[in-house]
């Protein structure tokens, strides 16, 4: 036997709001912390941290090339070592003749 109309807008309007309060729970949730970089530069050179759950690559916060260090959190500023030789980039501006 089909449901009432009413009961059936009732039910619909029950599961649209319980929806609404479980992803505003997950959103709550999901909320990141307080982060943020007073100052940083982008520099040459860089590579690729990771541990269980976070990930960085690059260089960042060149100036403070001491550790940072907060409650929860360690970034390790400076210049990262190179595994391989590093070689000039080719003359991409005349490599077609463009000069003739």
Do not use: C, K, N, Y
């Not at 941290?49 to 090339?65: C, I, K, L, M, Y």
């Not at 929860?72 to 463009?98: I, K, M, N, Y």
């Amino acid at each position: 036997m089909p449901l009432q109309p009413r009961l059936r807008t009732r039910l619909s309007a029950s599961r649209r709001m319980l929806a609404s309060l479980l992803l505003a729970a997950i959103a709550t949730v999901a909320h990141a912390g307080p982060f943020r970089l007073t100052s940083a530069t982008t520099d040459a050179g860089g590579g690729h941290s990771q541990a269980a759950r976070f990930s960085v690559e690059g260089t960042a916060a060149q100036p403070d090339a001491s550790r940072l260090q907060g409650s929860r959190f360690t970034l390790e500023g400076g210049f990262w070592p190179t595994t391989e030789p590093t070689t000039p980039p080719a003359d991409v501006l005349f490599q077609h003749s463009f000069e003739d």
